[in-house]
């Protein structure tokens, strides 16, 4: 009967929300951003057989009402991502549960069941909330100044590489209602999207405020993976941004390889990021996940398409040749954010060739890696190097590569001097280098660390990216990579 009750009411406010017109109830075309799943809704308004109905209009809303009877059913046949993971385990999906991962899944359950209760309050139903704009909301606050916090904390998750924090993340956030104001992205993702967004609203008093605005109208539950902040034009703007959002009503939900007070450790201006660890311990459940099995390193592992030694750059353009197959390779040019656009040397069918010095020792980031990885899902990279003192710019660049690469499920194809453990084991963070043996008399300064390279974020990220290339050398990451092309 509740459940019942709920409908009702949910369809009630949607009506009055839409005016007096039945029709104009209907949602719009869902943008890019928006929920896939609102598809079937939106499918409805352009139904023939629908639209050239005469009966009554209550003979319409029972229709109306019947089409809400079945989302609902499929909502509550969700109970939460601890079921799901226990039916995955009975399933066979996936292996044993790890007792760390289980207490994480609890702090997810504890989240998604407050999350069902307080529901109305945190206005997550996107057919029940106000649809103003971001700029409208801003011009609205100029007169009407307000906050209102959510009533439900978020959840910060970190831990170590390949503890599951990913896949924990996108099961809570598919068990999900389809019509709540969510959105699941990677925070290289966001950051691009963010940045963006004020360019657009350049010139305004707070384009900050704008864009928060624009985010939280589209979405008041944020789901970001991979947290972490190197960037200092990040840094600046996050704590202002994220006081925005909160202020809206925005709850967030992350992973992290880094605890809290650990983010954008010994970055410049760091005392100005400061605040908004404050603010993110205030609005969120820091939760660590401390298993010690790296999940990703389970899989299979071969060399796959890994090639380690010098002089290898005909094997690597035979197997490119062999996977363009008749077509012929040639230079193409690929647009990124903003209107920017990427050259890449050889492009065909889908594979890009790149030397590495091309990609990780020029000016590029995150949002060039996106545009690439939307052009192409094969990547073919020549001559990755040991990394250290020397190039620690070039190995931020191909950790974000990497990251981008993997979170598009794209495949890699290289040439390098060592294996992942190699390519970074001069790599180490600032309490590494203290454990590190002291030097003898016999040994020389210049023989023992000559190019060791200190940096904590570094030192932190180059765990995920080890773990991650290990994965997307595997058997099964390259045969789940071959049936998405199939697929297509």
């Not at 839409?18 to 352009?46: A, C, I, M, Q, T």
């Not at 941004?241 to 809206?248: D, E, P, W, Y």
């Not at 890994?306 to 230079?331: M, T």
Request: aromatic share 10%.
């Amino acid at each position: 009967m509740r459940r019942f009750v709920r409908s009702v009411r949910q369809f009630r406010s949607a009506f009055r929300h839409r005016g007096e017109h039945v029709y104009s109830w209907l949602p719009k075309r869902p943008s890019n951003s928006g929920d896939r799943n609102l598809v079937f809704l939106h499918n409805l308004s352009y139904n023939a057989d629908f639209c050239r109905c005469r009966q009554p209009p209550c003979m319409i809303s029972r229709a109306l009402f019947a089409v809400a009877a079945k989302v609902n059913t499929g909502d509550v046949e969700r109970a939460g991502p601890l079921v799901e993971y226990e039916r995955r385990i009975a399933a066979g999906e996936l292996v044993d549960g790890d007792s760390c991962q289980v207490g994480t899944l609890r702090e997810l359950q504890r989240l998604y069941n407050e999350l069902v209760e307080s529901a109305d309050a945190c206005r997550l139903d996107r057919y029940a909330a106000s649809e103003k704009a971001g700029r409208s909301r801003w011009l609205w606050s100029r007169f009407m100044p307000q906050s209102s916090h959510s009533p439900v904390k978020g959840l910060y998750l970190y831990g170590g590489v390949g503890t599951g924090k990913t896949m924990l993340m996108d099961l809570f956030f598919d068990q999900l209602p389809c019509n709540w104001r969510k959105m699941r992205i990677h925070f290289h993702d966001f950051m691009l999207s963010v940045h963006s967004r004020l360019q657009k609203h350049r010139g305004v008093e707070d384009p900050l405020e704008v864009v928060a605005g624009e985010i939280s109208d589209e979405a008041i539950l944020l789901c970001l993976d991979e947290f972490m902040v190197t960037d200092v034009a990040d840094a600046l703007i996050l704590n202002r941004l994220f006081r925005h959002l909160f202020n809206n009503g925005s709850i967030l939900v992350s992973t992290s390889n880094r605890a809290p007070d650990k983010l954008y450790e010994g970055g410049l201006q760091r005392d100005l990021f400061l605040p908004f660890i404050s603010t993110l311990k205030e609005r969120c459940v820091a939760h660590e996940i401390g298993s010690s099995t790296d999940y990703r390193k389970l899989t299979s592992a071969e060399q796959g398409f890994y090639f380690i030694g010098e002089d290898l750059s005909d094997l690597l353009k035979q197997k490119f040749d062999q996977l363009i197959g008749e077509q012929a390779a040639g230079l193409q040019e690929v647009e990124v954010v903003m209107g920017r656009k990427l050259q890449v040397p050889l492009g065909a069918n889908g594979c890009a060739y790149f030397p590495f010095e091309e990609l990780c020792d020029k000016p590029l980031g995150a949002a060039d890696y996106f545009g690439l990885c939307k052009s192409f899902h094969t990547l073919a990279l020549e001559g990755v190097p040991i990394f250290g003192l020397h190039n620690r710019t070039a190995a931020y660049r191909f950790v974000t590569l990497v990251d981008v690469m993997y979170e598009n499920k794209a495949r890699l194809m290289c040439t390098a001097e060592g294996t992942p453990f190699e390519l970074f084991e001069r790599i180490v963070t600032i309490s590494d280098a203290q454990h590190m043996a002291p030097r003898t008399s016999s040994r020389s300064r210049k023989n023992d660390d000559f190019d060791l390279c200190v940096d904590n974020e570094l030192g932190f990220a180059k765990d995920r990216t080890i773990s991650r290339l290990t994965e997307m050398n595997s058997r099964e990451y390259l045969e789940h990579h071959a049936a998405m092309l199939a697929e297509k």
